[in-house]
């Protein structure tokens, strides 16, 4: 086979391929991050690069305009390699753009998760990590006191600190001589102790102090990690960065499909550890002059796909009928057997998965929820990428997932992207000229459209009849920002013109868009209609609605309801929660007696299998139109409609 050489720009990594060779798989091969949520199959636009030399051959798409085929831009994927190439690969955040923060006392996030502590407490739970110093003063060995080193250890935590039998690797057994002798037979043991075992997992300087945890959310779309102070429990710094697995699809289905080819699960596997995971832990180190060896415990919360691909085990068998996960509750581990760049004894949790697709990252929001503790009944939202709902209280939890899609995330819808700078997170649009006014995420020009501005742009439209009930867009509407593209054969609106956005392109939503946006509101709300029904209840017996997940804090709720994602009810029963599986990940940190409730809710947790219901395509259809077929469901959407019909 001939080879062709392919070099990517500004990186300038280079590659040897075979001639024929996918642009977008040659990219992966070489390290290279290209946005991808269709997972490559040409639908999202998303893949663009710009060929500056070298033969190669392309796909027909409409996702390009003329203009940008003549300046060299191509969709990677579409792409095919007949000779040498330069190719240049634009700036994509995904891969510099970690967010780092401090938790400020007082603020939202502090607040939330202050009153899941408190829960926890009220509930009898005891603060405890089971990670703590062991300050020792050792006896110097004599002829008379010839014990063994690490007897010698042994025997001083048993007389200071009442441990019995601890016990530690080979790795640790092997520095004591060295850092026994080096502090003169004082030295800081760090110790993991729980109700079954107690184990030293490093040695330290007698006068050091700080021991660490880190608790993380592994999300479909973007990953969030707290660095915890283990001795106080504050929360020194939170980081988030989108998940590099997104460049092999942006939902679980796409992902397990790829792990199935030829090194896409190492791939996978590399991208979330090596690729998202450790730079976050390694900036919040940086940042907070942290020793990675004094980073001792690491609690984990991601749904079952995520957990699979996280620990690199084949999840192929989630998505084939009947649908069986390799696991539901993972054994303990360690920090090197998974390549979390701490230390290297740090002991690894994995909370529960319930089945295929709920995972432990609900298991999480539902223990930081304290559903588990309240008699009134609740439904628990997690609006991400995934859409999972739970409802219940202490008596009984039934789940389901709705296969919603990216499309809250910003996957698969045209100018989409995650809550990140550039965002534009909520939008008004005047009612007489149908000009919008926006919110934009961070102190630069508009790159994209996150979950909250995508929502708020539908009711909007809707509201203003620049769309009806079925997501078509009016001729009828005078507003230069309403046209028609030609390539697609669809209409669109410019929500912000190419001179007022980052990249000089203009920022649109068009027909496939929104009906890609309906799907996925419509498999939320007939998600919750068929679990209540199941459960014999109407909205009527539901007393609160907990919204958490990746959407976004600033989701206006008042425009969720007017598309028809939420239920028309009180708006007084809506709470957000924030990231709610990463409150839980925190409180399984500090809390051991937390890890236990977190099995038992995974283990008490009762699957609703939608696809197994005959209602669920009927109500699913029913909910794909704006709010809702049956408007009687939806009495304030109209109200809204018929004051709008009177100006």
């Known amino acids: 086979m001939e080879k062709c050489t392919v070099v990517f720009n500004p990186v300038k990594k280079s590659i040897i391929v075979k001639k024929g060779a996918n642009l977008l798989e040659v990219a992966r091969k070489a390290g290279i991050f290209i946005d991808a949520p269709c997972g490559g199959k040409g639908n999202c636009g998303k893949c663009r690069v710009k060929v500056v030399s070298g033969e190669h051959q392309m796909e027909f798409t409409p996702l390009l305009k003329e203009e940008e085929l003549k300046n060299g831009i191509r969709l990677a994927c579409l792409t095919f390699i007949e000779g040498d190439m330069v190719v240049e690969i634009p700036h994509v955040d995904a891969v510099e753009g970690i967010f780092v ?8 996030k502090s607040e939330r998760i202050e009153k899941a502590c408190k829960m926890l407490t009220e509930q009898g739970f005891k603060k405890d990590s089971g990670a703590f110093s062991a300050y020792l003063k050792l ?6 006191d010839n014990v063994a080193d690490l007897e010698r250890l042994k025997r001083e935590l048993r007389k200071k600190y009442g441990i019995n039998n601890p016990v530690c690797s080979l790795n640790v057994m092997k520095t004591i001589p060295a850092k026994l002798r080096e502090g003169d037979f004082r030295v800081r043991g760090l110790i993991l102790k729980d109700k079954y075992s107690c184990e030293v997992v490093g040695l330290d300087g007698f006068y050091t102090d700080g021991i660490y945890g880190i608790c993380a959310d592994i999300g479909t779309t973007t990953v969030a990690v707290n660095l915890v102070d283990l001795t106080t429990g504050e929360i020194i710094a939170f980081a988030s960065s989108a998940n590099l697995q997104i460049q092999y699809g942006g939902d679980v289905i796409s992902r397990i499909i790829y792990s199935g080819e ?7 596997k590399k991208s979330i550890v090596d690729g998202t995971i450790n730079p976050l832990i390694n900036k919040l180190i940086l940042k907070n002059n942290v020793k990675r060896e004094n980073i001792i415990l690491c609690v984990f919360a991601g749904n079952t796909t995520m957990s699979h691909l996280f620990l690199g085990i084949d999840p192929a068998n989630i998505r084939l009928e009947p649908y069986i996960p390799v696991f539901k509750e993972c054994p303990e581990l360690k920090a090197k057997d998974v390549g979390i760049n701490v230390n290297p004894e740090a002991k690894v949790i994995l909370l529960p998965n319930v ?10 929001g539902i223990l930081a929820s304290g559903i588990w503790a309240q008699d009134e009944n609740i439904l628990f939202l997690d609006l991400g990428t995934n859409g999972e709902i739970v409802l219940g209280n202490r008596d009984y939890l039934l789940s389901c997932a709705c296969s919603a ?6 996957g698969e819808i045209s100018c989409g992207m995650r809550a990140a700078p550039g965002a534009i997170e909520s939008i008004k649009i005047d009612r007489e000229t149908f000009e919008p006014s926006i919110n934009v995420l961070g102190d630069i020009k508009p790159k994209g459209i996150c979950g909250s501005g995508l929502i708020d742009l539908i009711a909007e439209m809707f509201l203003s009849g620049i769309i009806d009930s079925k997501g078509k867009i009016s001729r009828e509407v005078s507003s230069d920002r309403i046209r028609y593209d030609e390539d697609l054969d669809v209409m669109e609106y410019v929500l912000v013109r190419d001179k007022d956005s980052y990249d000089g392109r203009d920022i649109t939503i068009n027909e496939i868009d929104i009906d890609n946006l309906l799907r996925a509101k419509a498999a939320v709300y007939s998600g919750l209609s068929v679990l209540l029904n199941s459960a014999g209840l109407t909205l009527r017996d539901v007393d609160k609605i907990i919204i958490a997940g990746g959407v976004g804090s600033n989701l206006h709720i008042r425009n969720a309801i007017n598309i028809g994602l939420l239920p028309d009810v009180d708006e007084s029963k809506y709470y957000y929660m924030g990231n709610a599986s990463l409150i839980g990940a925190y409180l ?3 809390f051991q007696e937390a890890r236990d409730k977190a099995k038992e809710i995974s283990d008490s947790m009762t699957y609703i299998e ?3 219901f005959p209602s669920y395509m009927e109500e699913f259809i029913k909910a794909c139109f704006i709010p809702h077929t049956d408007l009687n469901l ?7 409609l018929e004051k709008n019909k009177r100006r």
Not at 101 to 108: F, L, R, S, T
Not at 139 to 144: F, Q, R
Not at 355 to 364: E, F, P, R, T
Not at 405 to 410: L, Q
């Open 405 to 410: 899609g990216p499309a809250f995330e910003g």
């Open 262 to 268: 030829e090194e896409g699960l190492d791939r996978l």
């Open 355 to 364: 089945a295929s697709y709920v995972g432990g990252d609900i298991v999480s």
């Open 101 to 108: 923060e401090d938790i400020k006392p007082g603020d939202e």
């Open 610 to 612: 939608l696809s197994t």
């Open 588 to 590: 399984c940190l500090l």
């Open 634 to 640: 939806f009495p304030g959407v109209v109200g809204l």
């Open 139 to 144: 006896p110097s060995p004599t002829l008379d």
